[in-house]
């Protein structure tokens, strides 16, 4: 009896010591959700794991040449190489603002060599983690000293609203797409523009607008300036092909430039140097800030350092140096520039093999946005279940939205591709 009195109290003790430790066991993040992958990280992911020999990724924004491989630019190659001969590098931290020669060249590729700005010293200019770390560290600067709302466009770029979020904004949109005519919404645009509150933060594409290819005409854009200087908004532009979208480092730099120096603007300007130098993995990018005096740029370089000590304490050096290079050597940018003209031609080529190949099968609709259309992505209009069917079928991969990368285009491919828009169009509504 007292045998099975003591074995109770044994067995007892052993389920109260293992109840104890199966809580302290449990995780402290039992309760955090799952996100789904990126979608376009995901839409990659699937076109790898397709074992079709004849698939075609246009998900992804990234440089491929006539090959479907991704093409080193000659120049950077120059560049990799004087760097790996010069030894007076070293592997020390950078500043907490970067690499000043290659922050003042960024600035100057948007602003100009002869900007006044730049003459005035009425910039400020940090290295990023490429163009989605300089959205990032702009935005948490404005959150801290220019709260307001913060418009994008609708479409925009997938990560402008996570990052405006995240950082505590109430993030809003403005209409951009027309569907109907396949063009810009202008003035829809406008409206949107003239209702919302003074004061309030607009994130405009400065160049080859992601993702539908579609900027608003000079005109259009001096009607934006005329509606935003009236209501005191505040132009946050996002560069991240500056020189790919036209060929033109100049003309792709127009918006920001008739900002700033024609209607008086202060700016913030994202640079990324992932597509016009096909440094995607080196994360080579810049937040350019221009202010109305010199006292007001140190101010803003201090608070932005301060925010980047505090995030990713200093940027990376290899990216940066390559492109230092590059743009503070007269014979090297004059190399760059004629890279830049071979991505963007192959590009507008593809363009119109598109349109020849479906006017060649007598494809239903207009499709001549696809050539009015710049840069890397075009929108093609295509609905979802389109998409749904033509990645189906014929192992096409874009987004659901019926965004491609024309730059994952070929002479091997582009006949299949028009095919295949044409079969859906016709067979699926």
Same mark, same amino acid.
């Given at each position: ?94 500043? =907490?603002? @970067? ?6 060249? $960024?600035?100057? /590729?948007?602003?100009?060599?002869? *900007? %006044? #700005? ?10 990023? =983690?490429? @163009? ?6 702009? $935005?948490?600067? /404005?959150?801290?000293?220019?709260? *307001? %709302? #913060? ?279």
């Amino acid at each position: 009896m007292c045998a099975d009195v003591a074995a109770r109290r044994v067995n007892g003790i052993a389920m109260h010591l293992t109840a104890a430790n199966t809580r302290s066991r449990s995780s402290n993040f039992g309760g955090v959700p799952l996100i789904p992958l990126d979608p376009i990280f995901a839409l990659s992911a699937a076109h790898t794991a397709d074992p079709d020999p004849n698939k075609i990724n246009l998900g992804i924004g990234a440089y491929r040449d006539n090959s479907g491989k991704p093409w080193v630019l000659p120049v950077v190659k120059k560049a990799k190489d004087i760097l790996h001969n010069d030894q007076t590098l070293n592997h020390e931290y950078l500043p =907490i603002d @970067g690499l000043r020669t290659y922050t003042d060249a $960024a600035a100057k /590729l948007i602003l100009g060599s002869d *900007s %006044p #700005v730049i003459a005035a010293k009425r910039f400020a200019a940090v290295q990023t =983690i490429s @163009g989605t770390g300089a959205v990032r560290v702009g $935005a948490e600067f /404005l959150a801290k000293f220019r709260k *307001s %709302p #913060v418009y994008v466009s609708s479409p925009t770029w997938g990560n402008h609203n996570q990052i405006f979020g995240d950082a505590g904004f109430e993030v809003r949109s403005y209409p951009y797409w027309d569907a109907k005519n396949r063009s810009l919404a202008f003035d829809a645009l406008i409206k949107t523009m003239q209702d919302s509150p003074d004061g309030s933060i607009f994130v405009l594409h400065a160049c080859a607008h992601n993702p539908t290819g579609v900027d608003p005409t000079k005109a259009q854009w001096a009607k934006i300036a005329d509606i935003m200087t009236s209501k005191s908004l505040f132009p946050f532009f996002d560069c991240a092909y500056q020189g790919f979208a036209s060929g033109s480092l100049e003309a792709d730099a127009w918006a920001v430039r008739y900002f700033v120096h024609e209607r008086g603007f202060e700016v913030f300007v994202a640079q990324s140097f992932s597509k016009n130098f096909g440094l995607y993995s080196e994360r080579a990018g810049c937040l350019t800030v221009v202010t109305e005096n010199e006292d007001v740029a140190v101010r803003v370089r201090s608070q932005l350092c301060r925010l980047i000590r505090a995030s990713f304490s200093n940027p990376p050096a290899f990216g940066a140096r390559i492109v230092n290079l590059v743009l503070n050597n007269p014979q090297l940018y004059a190399e760059w520039e004629d890279n830049l003209r071979t991505m963007a031609n192959r590009i507008i080529a593809m363009r119109r093999s598109v349109v020849a190949h479906l006017k060649e099968l007598k494809t239903p609709g207009d499709w001549t946005h696809i050539t009015s259309q710049i840069g890397m992505f075009s929108f093609t209009g295509l609905t979802v279940a389109q998409v749904k069917e033509i990645k189906a079928r014929f192992h096409v991969y874009m987004t659901d939205n019926g965004r491609v990368s024309m730059a994952g285009l070929n002479e091997g491919n582009v006949k299949r591709f028009a095919a295949a828009i044409d079969y859906v169009v016709r067979n699926v509504q």
